[in-house]
């Protein structure tokens, strides 16, 4: 129960951040979407190629929380600002990678569409995106020191402050205000760029304000020569987090094109079921990283017994909530797509994916669970190859048979395609269990 209350502490307000972080992203939609179809449609394409970009460069960053964590948990706070220190020359370095990422996408925009007006606007709002490139990389290094302390009511603050500014800005700059011109979808750009500065001015001034982070702040601005040991150790652990995730990301997102040319009803019912499947997952994505976390903390500490415990507390947790969510969605499911549309042709074909979104939540949470365990374990390479097989050599090729032929049954069209998520997810939280099982023997017997 100690660990439950300890768990939840972390996971609760990480779970309202990711929430609204998402709730960022649907009100960029609905206010492009209220300018003119050219304008929603160059915003969805913009963020087809920058969403993934930034993401993967982030999900690099990601193992600071769980290093900051075994730092303390190994009684070795000192050690915490050294890290920050080279954390920040690995965000410089990021930062390269995705502006030179973002240029290279941007030349895309008109290979997959003639339409003129449409590549404008999605030019235009990745222009204003690549301003936002430093502290995107920044925030998420800050995010992660908060997250090793088990300090998560920041990003929960942040994120709402984020929100309820989202809002009011959008407005201004997509439609105009006094002697701000309209730009359109482009003005979704500007401001998440400035909603960035304003996220990661807080986060500085929080740790600036409590004493106990000052001495970090310090360091990590300090000018000193680079640990190269240190900087290896965050790139070696880092980089396959990032890799993994463009591997998933870019999964879901090829397999959409796949069913596009299927017509639109086909395409709206994919893209309820996928929405609603990503609104799930901010609890699974939520208790990975707050299990990341402690499982760091434990680690760091030589504390097998309450990792143990740990591992029981989150599974028995992730089953129970997945269990009732599954429920919920299959008994609700016209509701639910009753809030996206009124179509009953559309309407008919999503409650069909949403029984296969409901089967799909537990091998995706059971996935996301063992990936951050392993994170905490700094065993990440794995996660990388083991998304590359599930997704890239069996999820995708499986779906192009399933979506579009009839070599194993007739075409399933966009069913298909769920059919393969669940064989993907279930093989990848299968083999990341195995390799979890490996890596929690192994902690406890090698020397720190």
């Not at 020359?89 to 990021?94: G, H, I, M, P, S």
């Not at 190859?385 to 997704?391: C, E, I």
Request: hydrophobic letters at 55%; glycine letters at 8%; one cysteine or more.
């Amino acid at each position: 129960m100690a660990e439950l209350k300890r768990l939840l502490a972390l996971m609760v307000p990480l779970y309202l951040a990711n929430l609204m972080n998402m709730g960022m992203g649907v009100v960029d939609t609905v206010v492009a979407g209220q300018a003119g179809p050219e304008q929603l449609a160059g915003v969805a394409l913009g963020t087809s190629v920058t969403v993934p970009i930034m993401v993967a460069v982030g999900a690099v960053l990601t193992i600071i929380g769980p290093m900051v964590s075994r730092l303390l948990g190994a009684g070795c706070e000192g050690k915490v600002g050294l890290l920050l220190n080279n954390a920040k020359l690995v965000a410089v370095f990021l930062m390269l990678v995705e502006v030179v990422a973002l240029l290279a996408g941007r030349e895309v925009f008109a290979l997959v569409s003639d339409d003129v007006q449409m590549v404008q606007v999605a030019q235009e709002y990745l222009h204003f995106l690549l301003y936002a490139v430093p502290v995107s990389v920044l925030i998420r290094v800050l995010q992660g020191h908060f997250e090793g302390y088990g300090h998560t009511r920041p990003a929960m603050l942040i994120a709402c402050m984020g929100l309820l500014l989202n809002i009011p800005l959008n407005y201004i700059f997509v439609f105009g205000w006094g002697p701000v011109p309209a730009m359109g979808g482009a003005g979704c750009g500007l401001t998440t760029t400035l909603i960035h500065y304003l996220m990661a001015a807080a986060l500085l001034v929080l740790m600036a304000v409590y004493p106990r982070y000052r001495r970090n702040l310090a360091h990590m601005w300090a000018n000193r020569a680079a640990e190269w040991r240190v900087v290896r150790d965050i790139i070696s652990k880092g980089t396959p987090l990032g890799v993994a995730s463009l591997c998933e990301m870019s999964f879901f997102c090829v397999v959409t094109l796949v069913i596009a040319p299927l017509g639109v009803m086909a395409v709206g019912a994919h893209q309820i079921a996928i929405n609603v499947s990503a609104l799930l997952f901010m609890f699974p994505l939520s208790l990975s990283i707050a299990a990341s976390i402690r499982s760091a903390y434990h680690i760091g500490a030589r504390a097998e017994a309450r990792f143990h415990a740990l591992l029981r507390t989150s599974i028995s947790f992730m089953l129970v909530v997945v269990i009732l969510s599954a429920v919920f969605t299959i008994v609700f499911r016209r509701e639910i797509i009753g809030c996206y549309t009124d179509d009953a042709s559309i309407i008919d074909a999503a409650a069909m994916l949403l029984v296969m979104c409901s089967i799909y939540q537990l091998p995706d949470a059971h996935q996301a669970l063992m990936s951050g365990l392993l994170r905490g374990c700094h065993d990440t390479k794995a996660i990388t190859w083991v998304n590359m097989f599930s997704y890239w050599v069996i999820g995708f090729p499986l779906a192009c048979v399933l979506i579009r032929t009839d070599w194993l049954v007739p075409a399933l069209g966009p069913m298909g395609a769920w059919v393969s998520f669940v064989v993907a997810l279930t093989i990848t939280a299968a083999l990341l269990s195995w390799r979890f099982m490996l890596a929690r023997k192994r902690v406890f017997t090698l020397p720190e």
